[in-house]
């Protein structure tokens, strides 16, 4: 897999919420550290994710916000 984005993180699928419309995917990274990503409820089946599945949360921004309280 070639891909231009330089953030992929390669995970496990810890838990997916599926609904009418979308997919609520939780990957689980090395050391425990998990991530949530939103995708359309077709995207997750043409992708056959499952808990478990091996994935890579690929992240390609342009700007990254930070906030402090």
């Known amino acids: 897999m070639k891909l ?3 953030n992929v ?3 496990k699928v810890k838990s997916i919420v599926t609904g009418m419309v979308n997919s609520e ?3 689980e990274l090395p050391g ?3 991530m949530t990503s939103i995708i359309t409820k077709a995207s997750a ?3 056959k ?3 478990g599945s091996e994935v890579y949360a690929i992240i390609k921004a342009s700007n990254v916000m930070i906030g402090t309280d």
């Open 45 to 47: 089946e043409n992708l």
């Open 25 to 27: 995917v939780v990957i």
């Open 49 to 51: 994710l499952k808990e």
């Open 4 to 6: 231009s984005a330089r």
């Open 32 to 34: 425990g550290a998990e």
């Open 9 to 11: 993180l390669k995970g």
